[in-house]
């Protein structure tokens, strides 16, 4: 982790330099004695979703001088005792004039906090719930929500699996299925069969599958084992497993895989410095920065001009790893070919220039309805309610069957 | 090895089981224990071989004294008890129960003690394979196991408990030879016994043991007469016993089977008259237990008809029989009769059939206060069963037996008891005789058998080898019996 | 009773709780806090306002729904291990009534409570049949019993109940809000979940005191073979004792579902299955202490989940602490049982488990 520390480091003096600079509209206020609240739904160290919201949330303290207060493991397995509404009102009760509620599962709870304590300020990561031309508009004044469009990043990794694999087959180890996580499979797979038809000039069909396990990491009675997952996905003739959980067990037992001389690789998810497990055979990753939307949300609260809206953040393409500015970023891995890097670079650079726009019809759903008519391009309201997997993919949707 | 004790006090709650018991026995003595049933002999017995506790006394080996707080501390000096059932584990091999108390958590060699049982063996002529399991050996061989295992683990003090009751008469006799064999190499033999005759075959001196203190001590030989009277407190006198004129039949039972793992009984024919005693004599394990199982509903019958007052029994279950006025009390008075945990108020509410909710305890006390009067209980409506004695946790089931029952059936009834509380059972068992119930009993003390029953049936490996008038018959023709002899 | 009984009856309780505190403190001195403070911390934390008392007595109602159910099954002489699944199947069945059933708040909570009552004793009595039929041990037909609840619970969220294209284990779509146990004014406090858990413990404490039902209970708990030849059914008895007991711990996963969640989780025991145990064999098995010992479980749980905010220490400091309380506890009865057999004499062995309750009521 001691790289990591370094570039934070660094990156707080980008930071401070950046200020200097007087650049961008997240301009750090002086807020000493500011507190802020954090809920995680798992533990802060958990080397991915939680940890990069804890991060965040770190970045905005140093940054500000505000005070950060954490309570992690908010989920009925861990904590019982109290639903997220308890936790909202202990935070606030600490003085929290702020509340991050950090995971989807986080919905009823922080919907009952926002309507029980309309004048503080909240944000509900990864929702919907201000979003005027969403479905789920709830009208609260003081709920917010931040998003990152992942689903490049998503593109991205699946990128890097097609133009890696050997066997055509790549397996994607699911969380629970809803529209997020559905519109991210889709991603990936789109991204994967980009590169394998396009710069592989593969004609055969990629094998893209996906095994849901019922959450966002393990739970041991509740969920699928993600490790028994992954190497049914290997024992199958999948080479290359692509992580959309928490947690990093499908380059963990990849990379045993690869110890034992299997030529197979992965692609990690949620956490800049998930590769450090199994870096040999890591393709690269895909990770949400939360840091500089949660900077610029603690800013209005201390300005007093906070406004309760619904954040859908674009990555910086100029540069993926520049923790100031991207809301998501990618760092490729030691896995990933010279070849491979190179045309990856230039997926990236097509994503990024608008030249390459993949959720562009013909598109279907997995049951042969029509997502995308032939020459249509997706609206924002298309892929955020992304109701099934696409035609093509191996694995359940939530709507389907 | 000689050893002392010295006014050794051992009470259970109330009850003096050892009540400042002196006795000395030199090395090399074949020393007799005799005492009725019950009177503390075993309980003096497990005490000296660190079981039990002594509450006050002073116990010296060789002179000096020691504080035996198990087992383990007796056997270390030299003391080994053999139990009236040896304490072997029957699945386990004659060697592992061989090898299984050895002290020491350094590995055993096995190699070795199986040569050393085979020293031992040969030395008093067993004859062990040290392979087979042991619920293949007679009580007889188990106890030669017993007696190997404790000298292999330097016993010089042996103690036998009742050690003839499952064994056979060739078994006896070198089971005496073995212990004559052993004392003249200078260890101490404690032979506890109820039997007078094996007593004065075997033992040098004995103390005669009456409610938990000695009575008197004396060489042998020495007249019967006067043992028995120790024993007693006064001669018995059997065979005198008030005629009650017995009624139609109330219990007919015909060509009974039933069986459990150890004992099979087939084609079991009775007839028990109103007021009519019957005494079920016999070895444990010959079959007595199951056919009171069979009687009371406890366990199926798997042939024949059982009818009691006129009812036809056999499809019903044990509930049935209770409801027919059939009520079986089995000898293990905590264990199949009373709770344990349970006050006498509590006893007596469960035992009363009814079938209110509520229970009104204060007139509940109230009874159980009368109850316990009428019955001469020696405890309060708040002690718990556990705290009484034997006598009195026999006084209290019979106190809560159903009133005007047609058929009682006993185990044991005066097991343990005292000679006031045994005396009084059988009072209380004419008592219901005279109503006219029908009353069958199994126990094993033959006097008890001789003295209160009409007719014995004398039972042998599960069938009735004879059926004898109690009023003709004699502690003598019975013992016979019950070895298997059916005429001397 | 005279001031000496007292104090002979009660040391051992205390000494388990004095024992237990200096441990406690050992190990938060050790986890570098100060331990009034941090005991400060879970008192303030469960006590300290209206709406915090409230949070623990939410966690005190099926606490004591559940360790009331274990008494009456104790008192039989079984260990009810499956009462989690019990909570679990309880809860389901109230969200089938929270879910499908409309109509004014009173009717929907009214059945809802019903139908936990019914699912708990029905899982229970599964349990029983098992028990007294198949003649598999209570603890593991009740362990089974509980992995079949749970995955039913998860199979229900992930499956036929759950939320509109989303199939996530935490849980299902929010039951409407005439199907929320009613609260006191704004707090999280139901009245409802407190009337049912004292009016449980009301009534387990005179079914095993005052009826005849509850001595024959006693009595087959205490030793069934003389039970039975007292002419009671003990099978019945044993199957009735099953299905009240599992019914109480329904009832606690009733409160869970509509009461505290607000949804079916997968996870909606919360654990208080397990934690009723400690309570009820705590409280020596007598239902007058219930209430008391699980209201200082739910405090410490409530309580210690402000440490990690306030003293940064680990949430799990409370599960530590609870863990101390019962360890302390069941050795001080140990010591107490070993002692009572060396003043009868008896070479000492090892204690007897505390199956048995001692006395109840």
Redesign the interface.
Known sequence: MSTTKVSRVLLVFVAFALIAAACGDSEPVDAEGFKFGMILVGPQNDHGWSQAHYEAGQYVAELTGAEM?????V???D?????V???A???I??GAELVFATS??MK?GILLAAE?NPDVPMIWSSGDSAWEDGKAFAGLDNLGNVMGKMEFGKMIAGCAAGLTTQTGSIGYVG?????ETQRLVNSAYLGAKYCWETYREETTPLDFAVT?I??WFN?P???LDPTQVSNEFLDSGADVLISGIDTTEALVEAGKRASEGEAVWSVPYDFEGACAEAPDICLGTPYFNWGPAYLEIVNSVVNGDFKAEWQWNGPDWDNLTDNTKTALGWVSGDGLSADASADLDDFIAGLGSGDINLFTGPLNYQDGSVYLADGEEATDFQIW?T?QLLEGITGES??GG | MGFELREIH????AVRANDGVNLSVASGELHGLLGENGAGKSTLMKVLS??????SGEILVEGEPVEL???ADAMQHGIGMLHQDPLVFLPFTVLDNFIIGSPGPERVNRREAARELATLAERFGFNFDPDTPTRRLTVGERQQLEILRLLWLGARVLILDEPTTGISAPQRIKLFATLRELAADGMSVVFVSHKLEEVEELCERVTIIRAGAVVGERDLPCPAAELVELMFGGEVEVGERPIVGLGPPRLVVSGLGVQDRLASVEDFDLEVAEGEVIGLAGLEGSGQRIVLDALSG?RRAQTGTIQAGGRDLTKTG??GY?AAGVQ?L?AGR?????????TLT?HF???A???????D?DSAREEAGRDIVDHFIKGTPESTAESLSGGNQQRLLLA?LQDNLSVLLMEHPTRGLDIESAAWVWEQLLLRREDGTAIVFASADLDELLEYSDRILVFFNGSVLAEVNARTSSVDELGHLIGGKVSR | MNFADLWKRSRTGVFAVAMALVVGILLLLVAGANPFEALGVIID?SLG?T?RFG?TLM?WAPLVLAAAGLLITFAAGLWNIGVEGQIVFGAIAASLVAREVSGPTWLIVTLALLAGFAGGGFWAFLAGLLRTYGKVNEIFGGLGLF?VA?ALA?YLV?GPW??????????TE?FPRESWLPTLG?T?LSWVAVLVAVIAVLVVFYLLR????G??L??VG??M?????????TGRYMLAAFALGGGLAGLAGAVQATG????L????????GFLAILVAMLAGYAARWIAPIAFVF?ML??GS??L???LGLD?SVGGVLQGVLVLFTILAQGWQARRQN?S?????GPPEPPI?P?EVG
């Open positions: 207060i954490v309570q992690d493991k989920n009925p397995s904590l019982p005792e109290k639903t509404d308890q936790v009102a202990d935070l009760a600490l989807d599962d009823d029980q969380p629970l299925t809803n529209d849901w019922g959450f739970i009675g509740f969920t309610y109701e939530a709507s | 051992k009470h259970f709650g660190g079981f039990h506790q002594k509450t707080r198990t087992p406890l044990y509930r209770l079986f089995p905590l264990e199949e009769g009373l709770v344990a945990g349970l509590e509410v469960l035992a059939r009814s079938d209110s909710f509520r229970i305890w809560m | 934390g306002s709406a949070d966690v992995f749970q998860v992930l759950k939320r509109p294209g989303v199939a996530s284990t935490s849980g929010p704004s999280r005052g009826t005849r039902f001595l024959r006693k009595a205490k030793n073979r003389s039970a039975f030849l007292l002419g009671i059914p505290f969640h607000h949804k989780v997968p996870s909606i025991s919360g654990g208080y739910a749980a409530v989940t402000l990690p905010l306030k949430s060396r009868d004499g008896v070479a000492a048995v001692g």
